[in-house]
């Protein structure tokens, strides 16, 4: 994933002793779990991309980082499969990797004209963005704009996907951006539209969900969460889980400095109060 700006008020946040068992539930380039073995942590690490977890391990047969390909849903069952709890703290980086965008191939970003309309970071899902975008009624298209994405114009993008793939099925990037620009020339609408549909291709609401449930359940008395996320459904999402989780919800970080995209990232922290 992304080196994140956050990452060192990420880990500080952990307070991270030595010896102790943390969960870098998304490990992509590895920084976070670098950054937890240095201060002394033990450090069992997740990744879904399958690609990536194939190639990072071969970088780590001399580290005593455990990654393994699983998807932090499933965070309460693998850390039990793996004798792994409980743990003082687990980390939860929601952004994609600049190298998922740039050499995936999946049409994660509207600058890729050419790619397909992909966006599985796990090949096993079933249903593409393409599957969505060309089967989905104007209905569930606009509510999966709007629900993922917050996005003003949704009901009319969803009508004008509709009414373009009546002629031709909507298959690449380059294809969808056509119809989305008959409606806007707006930049953050497309890129809020590829957000909704990535988010429904992964399921990544419903996985966050099961995701932080699981995280209290394997968690030491007075551990700790830290989520880093990228978009305020994303962000309210989880302050609602926590609430309903009676977490002790911190005072956020805001990202101040690097690209565009990071310093929309906010970074919370939530406590199991013991």
Do not use: C
């Amino acid at each position: 994933m992304h080196t994140s700006v956050l990452l060192q008020q990420a880990v500080d946040a952990l307070d991270v002793r030595l010896g102790r068992k943390y969960i870098d539930s998304t490990y992509g380039e590895g920084g976070h779990s670098e950054e937890i073995l240095k201060r002394g942590g033990q450090v069992l690490a997740f990744d879904w991309d399958e690609k990536n977890v194939t190639e990072k391990n071969l970088l780590l047969k001399k580290s005593s980082i455990q990654l393994i390909m699983a998807n932090y849903a499933d965070i309460e069952k693998k850390a039990h499969e793996y004798n792994f709890y409980p743990v003082d703290g687990i980390l939860f980086d929601l952004g994609l990797s600049m190298n998922q965008i740039a050499m995936s191939g999946r049409g994660f970003s509207y600058e890729r004209p050419d790619e397909p309309l992909d966006m599985r970071i796990n090949s096993e899902l079933n249903s593409t963005a393409a599957d969505i975008i060309n089967s989905y009624t104007e209905e569930s298209l606009y509510e999966t704009f709007s629900k993922n994405a917050e996005e003003v114009g949704s009901r009319t993008i969803a009508h004008a996907i509709v009414s373009a793939r009546r002629l031709k099925k909507i298959l690449t990037v380059s294809d969808l951006l056509k119809v989305i620009e008959h409606v806007s020339k707006n930049k953050q609408t497309r890129a809020r539209i590829f957000q909704a549909l990535r988010i429904e291709v992964n399921h990544e609401f419903e996985n966050i969900k099961r995701a932080i449930e699981g995280s209290k359940n394997i968690l030491a008395n007075d551990g700790k969460i830290v989520t880093i996320s990228f978009h305020q459904s994303e962000d309210r999402l989880i302050k609602q889980i926590a609430r309903k989780l009676n977490l002790h919800i911190l005072k956020p970080v805001k990202a101040k400095h690097g690209k565009k995209f990071e310093r929309s990232a906010t970074l919370r922290v939530f406590r199991k109060n013991i």
